[in-house]
């Protein structure tokens, strides 16, 4: 694992490990996979896409690790990608919802949330529908970020004759969003999708919202719920997220009240559990793999693999490395993210 243990994007890298190393530590205590402990090994990219080629090599060639897993970002794994696909090393499970990672199928690529384009979509059918949003805006990292949500935006709008209202830009890793946010006053849209990391998007809803900007925020899943309620304080209430794993609050799941049992309160969230439901189904595939794995093996075992992960449905083939399609609406209300129906 190299991604952002330090940083704007840290508590995504953070809490993708603390996920992983709970789902991990319960399996190594039952006695590992076919006899073998599991070790996970993690390099810290600072969400910049040039340390996380670096750190993908030494990875492959120092560590000798099986498999790349649990990255964070479009940007970074734009990076890494070549990187493990030259070596033939399997790229598991990235937080991010890029397609460049789903289409075309990459033989060593392998996805379990759903994508960008789902999520967009999901939110362009909830403002259009339930508000009946004419304008629709983006305030977006200048990256391949924010051209991936871009990108399903576009094609969301498309679909319904439609098109972005208005577009500002922000560069990575930058908390200058104040001229961003002066071009969103003066477009007036109904709505504005950004596209960032946690902090920025915190700065610029308040800065949004001390200018008198009233349009509903949007943003998908990687902005890190937690961390932005945490860093947004009351100015976070009523930003509306999508989510691409069950509510870490929802114990009816089996694989969430396991959750709950192995991760420690101050750690739980979207982003930890995201950690944990992946290292599950990497574990599954491990177990179809048998004693003897190779990494053609594991590529093989995922694409026969169809599970039911404790209520989290996941199921891979040839032809799609797409583990779930599953988009959940959430509204930041009170300091929580709340499961909501429709955008109000």
Excluded: C
Excluded at 141 to 168: H, N, P, S
Excluded at 186 to 213: E, H, L, N, W
Aim: no cysteine; glycine share 12%.
């Amino acid at each position: 694992m190299a991604n952002a243990q330090s940083g704007p994007a840290a508590g995504l890298g953070v809490g993708m490990k603390s996920g992983a190393e709970a789902y991990l530590a319960r399996v190594n205590a039952a006695g590992g996979v076919n006899g073998r402990k599991l070790t996970l090994v993690v390099k810290d990219d600072g969400y910049e896409p040039a340390k996380t080629a670096g750190a993908t090599e030494a990875l492959i060639g120092m560590d000798k690790v099986f498999a790349l897993f649990g990255y964070v970002g479009t940007p970074t794994s734009s990076a890494a990608v070549p990187v493990a696909s030259k070596s033939q090393v399997p790229y598991l499970f990235p937080f991010t919802g890029a397609e460049f990672l789903r289409n075309p199928v990459n033989k060593w690529v392998f996805n379990v949330r759903a994508s960008y384009f789902d999520e967009t979509e999901a939110m362009v059918e909830r403002l259009t529908k339930d508000v009946g949003a004419k304008k629709i805006a983006m305030l977006m990292q200048d990256d391949a970020f924010g051209e991936a949500v871009k990108g399903g935006i576009a094609r969301a709008l498309f679909k319904r004759d439609m098109k972005i209202a208005a577009e500002a830009r922000i560069k990575r890793n930058s908390m200058e969003v104040e001229g961003g946010v002066e071009a969103m006053k003066a477009a007036a849209p109904d709505a504005i999708v950004f596209v960032g990391t946690y902090k920025q998007m915190a700065a610029a809803v308040k800065k949004a919202r001390d200018s008198g900007v009233t349009a509903r925020f949007l943003t998908v899943s990687f902005i890190g719920t937690e961390n932005f309620i945490a860093e947004a304080g009351p100015s976070g209430d009523g930003v509306y997220i999508t989510q691409v794993m069950p509510s870490p609050q929802d114990a009816s799941l089996p694989i969430v009240k396991s959750y709950q049992g192995d991760v420690k309160p101050a750690d739980q969230g979207y982003t930890s559990l995201e950690g944990y439901i992946n290292a599950a189904v990497l574990v599954e595939a491990l177990k179809k793999v048998g004693g003897d794995p190779t990494r053609a093996s594991l590529v093989a075992a995922l694409e026969g693999l169809s599970a039911d992960i404790g209520g989290f449905k996941v199921g891979f083939s040839a032809s799609s490395h797409q583990g779930s399609k599953a988009v959940y609406l959430t509204r930041v209300q009170g300091g929580k993210a709340v499961t909501q129906t429709k955008i109000q």
